[in-house]
């Protein structure tokens, strides 16, 4: 299986690598448009701001490319809220894979969220055999609110998007890579798909 990890510049890349060959999976850090195109499974990480990282999407032409992939795609943390319509970071337009705005947390809670919280309502083959209220690791200061490509969510001052899907296209909110057994299993079950 190839297995191609979207290299531009914005990403916690080789924490996802490890989790991949914790699994016996080796994963191919690239930019290539072919490269992308021809892998089974894609891997859009991002760490950092949302504009200076569409930024550095449009330079390499990855903003015209992702939306339009065939394969199963993963988008994690910032790389979900970029495959949304807009975010308030920055006020930038996003790939408008997922119709959601992004908005910033602005409900007493502290910004941002960091650490372990847990995900439910649960309803998508990337959570098979994950159960409910199972806890996984988030950084972040803006979210996705519950829209109907919602496939789990977590409560952090508000309920909220933790996981995205619609065709191809999966998002979650929190690190796989970085959220233990668990994640693990979430990354396997991607890469089941």
């Known amino acids: 299986m190839k297995i191609v990890i979207i290299n531009y510049g914005a ?8 989790a991949l060959q914790r699994l016996g999976y080796n994963a191919l850090l690239s930019n290539d448009l072919e490269e992308i195109r021809s892998a089974d499974k894609v891997i859009f990480p991002g760490v950092g701001e949302a504009s200076s990282a569409m930024g550095k999407l449009k330079i390499s032409g990855l903003d015209n490319i992702i939306p339009q992939l065939k394969q199963p795609v993963l988008g994690i943390c910032l790389g979900m809220q970029l495959m949304c319509t807009h975010t308030e970071e920055g006020n930038t337009k996003g790939l408008g894979i997922f119709d959601v705005d992004i908005i910033r ?18 309803h998508s083959p990337l959570f ?11 950084v972040h200061s803006y979210y996705a609110p519950i829209v109907k490509e ?4 977590t409560h ?9 899907h619609k065709g191809n296209f999966y998002g979650t909110q929190f690190h796989p890579e ?16």
């Open 178 to 193: 970085k959220s233990s057994i668990a994640g693990e299993k979430i990354l396997e079950n991607f890469l089941n798909l």
């Open 156 to 164: 952090y001052g508000v309920e909220y998007s933790t996981a995205l």
């Open 128 to 138: 098979q055999k994950i159960k409910e209220n199972e806890y996984v690791y988030l």
């Open 105 to 122: 947390f602005n409900h007493g809670v502290k910004v941002p969220q960091i650490g372990w919280n847990q995900i439910n309502m649960l």
């Open 11 to 18: 990403g916690n890349i080789q924490s996802i690598k490890f």
């Open 150 to 153: 919602t496939i789990a969510q």
